[in-house]
């Protein structure tokens, strides 16, 4: 199987993040991805500010945003991505916990390239997070200037294969930066 580039989720629920992590570990789909509790942390980590100031370079291949961020919305990150010359080609997947119109329709005027509703069942969560990142990390091609597996995006070769958790908010361990290891 392929490597997956890096991938970006976005979730502040800490048992859909769990959920999340148990389909990237499980299935051995990622070696190489960063969870953001909120919107100003999913902004930091986009535009290399505080605590990812040093973070390598590159995009990710794909954004899996949840629409209930705290400080900023989803959609309200949704639409500072689709603005930005710099991250407006990123595929942005919202993640809504309902089906509500209003969400759904700002979404895809925001810019989005699929919504899809939060399984409430943890076993079909898992399952669609897997398909999810099957497809937006191994069979859809990234845009210029993503994060590749072995590449950074000036064609250094990179070492690094792991998955990162990430928070500001907190010292404890589930909440501070973690290497879950490669696949």
Known sequence: MNSVNRILVAESDPNHVGLFLAALTEHRLTSDTVIVRDGRETLDYLYRCGPFHARE????TVI????????????????RIKS??????????????TLEEDVLKQSYILGANAFIVKSPDAGTFVSNAKALVSFWGLINEAPPGSAR??????????????????????RDPEDTIHRIGSS
């Open 149 to 170: 597996k072995g590449k950074d995006p000036s064609g250094q070769t990179r070492t690094d294969g792991s998955t990162t958790q990430a928070s500001s908010k907190s």
């Open 84 to 97: 930005d010359h710099l991250l407006k080609t990123i595929p942005v997947v919202v993640l809504a916990p």
């Open 64 to 79: 899996f945003l949840s629409a209930n961020l705290p400080t900023l919305d989803g959609l309200q990150v949704l639409h």
């Open 57 to 60: 370079g590159g995009s990710p």
